[in-house]
C-alpha cells in the first residue's frame, strides 16, 4: 500500500509563498493519481490540484489557477504543490492523495475523494499577519 507524507506547511504572510510536499513510500511513482485536497475550519474537504503521474496532465481548482503549481520528481517519488500569491482565503489543512491510475487526468475526475485509497495526516498552511 502507498503512504504519502506531507511537508512543507507554516505561516505564511497574505501575497506570499510556500511549497508542500508529498512524499510517496514507493518503488515508482508511475501509473498514480496523486492529488491535493484541502480543509478549512468548518469547510468541507476540497480538491486543489492533481497531476497523473503517467503523462503530468495536470487538474486545478478555479480559485488557485494561475497561482497554484503541481509538479511531479520522479526519481524522488515526491510530488509538490508551489503556492504563490497566497490569501486568507487558502488557510487550511493541505492533504496529499493517491489512488492507481494512468492516463490523462481531467479536474472533474480527480475531485471524487472516494476514488483515493491513500491519504496523508495533512499539513497546516495558515495565512496570516
Known amino acids: 500500500q502507498l503512504q504519502v507524507v506531507e511537508s512543507g506547511g507554516g505561516l505564511v504572510q497574505p501575497g506570499g509563498s510556500v511549497r508542500l510536499t508529498c512524499a510517496a513510500s514507493?518503488?515508482?511513482?508511475?501509473?498514480?493519481?496523486i492529488a491535493w485536497f484541502r480543509q478549512a475550519p468548518g469547510r468541507e474537504r476540497e480538491a486543489v490540484s492533481c497531476i497523473s503521474t503517467s503523462d503530468e496532465s495536470t487538474g486545478y481548482a478555479d480559485s488557485v489557477k494561475g497561482r497554484f503549481t503541481i509538479s511531479i520528481d520522479k526519481p524522488r517519488n515526491r510530488v509538490y504543490m508551489q503556492m504563490d500569491k497566497l490569501n486568507a482565503e487558502d488557510s487550511a489543512v493541505y492533504y496529499c492523495?493517491?489512488?492507481?491510475?494512468?492516463?490523462?487526468?481531467?479536474?472533474?475526475?480527480?475531485?471524487?475523494?472516494?476514488?483515493?485509497?491513500?491519504w496523508g495526516r495533512g499539513t497546516q498552511v495558515t495565512v496570516s499577519t
Open positions: 514507493t518503488a515508482t511513482l508511475d501509473y498514480y493519481a
Open positions: 492523495a493517491a489512488v492507481r491510475h494512468a492516463g490523462p487526468l481531467s479536474f472533474k475526475l480527480c475531485q471524487v475523494q472516494s476514488a483515493y485509497s491513500d
